[in-house]
Every structure is written in C-alpha cells, then in structure tokens.
C-alpha cells in the first residue's frame, strides 16, 4: 500500500520569508510525486512533479521541491512567499510499477497562509 | 482552450433525491476520475475510467454510479442511497503516459438540504 502524509494542518510564513511545507510518503518501488494547490472553491492545479532524474524540481510560480529518497520525502519550497501564495496545497504519489490508473494517493492537504 | 468543464458549480437537493454531475473534457484523455473532497480529508477516489465503456469502483463507491458511453463524458449520479453527500465533487483526466499528471476541473458543490 502506498501512503502519503502532510505532517502540518496551517503553514503561516511572512510574506518575503522562504516557505516550506512537507511531505512525507511510503510506497513499494520508486515514486512519482507531485504537488498541486487548491484555491476556495477551486480545482486543483498542477504545481510540479517528481519522476526522475534531478532531486530538484522547479515547477510553476517559482515553486520547487527536493526529493529525499533516504528521508522519502517531498517538501515543497519558495525562497519569497506572496500573499497571493496562500492556498491548500496537496502532495500526491503513484508508484512506477503500478500498471492501474487509480494508483494516485493524495495528502490531507496543508493551509498555508501568508501574512502581509 | 482545452479543459475539464464540471457542472453545475453549485448545487442543492432534496434527501432521497438521485443528482447527476456532469464532467466534459476536450483533452483528448483516456482516463477519467471522480474524488470527494470533505474538509481535512483530503481527496478520496469515489470512481475511475481508464476507457470507453469501462470503469472501476475507487475508495468510496457505495452510493454513488457512473457512466463512460464518450470518450469526452463521465457522469456521476449522487443517489439517495449516499448517506452523507455533502460534499465538494472533483472531476479529473490524466493522458495514458504513465507519468502523466492529472488535470482537475473547478469542482461541483453538492448541499443536500
């Protein structure tokens, strides 16, 4: 079974302070890991993804995030948070292996709210 | 421009009520999915399709049906058999690369009164 954790209900950050919000995931074989944020209301939207290659990926409105196999984690980053960056965000994993299209697990999601 | 179209945004039944929730897209995507979102749930997989005239039951069916007749439409039927259906319904579609990312529709707002 494969599962994903976003140890963090509420994230607050100043606003121009880097920000981060965690993840955490378990899975048999090697993952695929993405980020997406909902704005209320809203669908979500595809931040960036983790498939292979370079632990670091850079992803839309200057998000990145590391991935730590060692760690298996997944945290999402932005050296200067905006205001308008406030939203929930979802981490998600499928595995590689998984030939079955249901085999993406989403995050309880993380708030983060940033303070003018 | 290409996208998922879910409608009605907002929604309001009646207990014992049957409602349907329309998803369209223009992606040209093989697979589609339903999830429910309750507030700190995150989102949990009610149905899912991966082809025309095939689909599969997710984490939370019961109470719920789907039809896959297009390759464009999945519809979900909210029946009264869905004990708590209050919910924020999400509509997605992934391409058949096995990397693919899935992109989500703006979601429909079911209250049952």
């Known amino acids: 079974a494969q599962s994903v954790a976003q140890p963090e209900d509420q994230v607050n950050v100043a606003e121009g302070n880097p920000l981060t919000v965690k993840c955490t995931y378990s899975?048999?074989?090697?993952?695929?890991l993405f980020w997406y944020v909902q704005y209320p209301n809203r669908g979500l939207q595809f931040l960036l993804k983790?498939?292979?290659?370079?632990?670091l990926v850079k992803g839309s409105y200057g998000f990145e995030a590391e991935f730590n196999k060692s760690q298996t984690s997944f945290h999402l980053k932005k050296p200067s948070a905006l205001v308008s960056d406030s939203a929930l965000y979802f981490c998600?994993?499928?595995?590689?292996?998984?030939?079955?299209?249901?085999?993406?697990?989403f995050g309880s999601g993380t708030q983060l709210t940033v303070l003018p | 421009d290409g996208g998922i179209t879910q409608s009605p945004k907002y929604l309001f039944r009646k207990e014992g009520q049957n409602v349907t929730l329309s998803c369209e897209q223009n992606l040209n995507h093989d697979a589609m999915y339903w999830y429910r979102q309750d507030p700190g749930q995150g989102l949990r997989l009610i149905y899912y399709?991966?082809?025309?005239?095939?689909?599969q039951k997710g984490d939370i069916a019961e109470g719920y049906s789907v039809s896959r007749e297009k390759k464009e439409s999945f519809p979900l039927t909210v029946t009264s058999a869905q004990k708590n259906p209050t919910a924020f319904y999400l509509c997605?579609?992934?391409?058949?690369?096995?990397?693919?990312?899935?992109?989500f529709g703006e979601g429909s707002r079911l209250t049952v009164l």
């Open positions: 998600a994993v499928r595995t590689i292996s998984s030939g079955s299209a249901r085999q993406l697990t």
């Open positions: 899975v048999s074989g090697n993952p695929y």
């Open positions: 983790y498939i292979t290659g370079d632990n």
């Open positions: 997605a579609s992934r391409d058949s690369l096995n990397t693919g990312e899935l992109f």
């Open positions: 399709s991966q082809i025309v005239n095939d689909f």
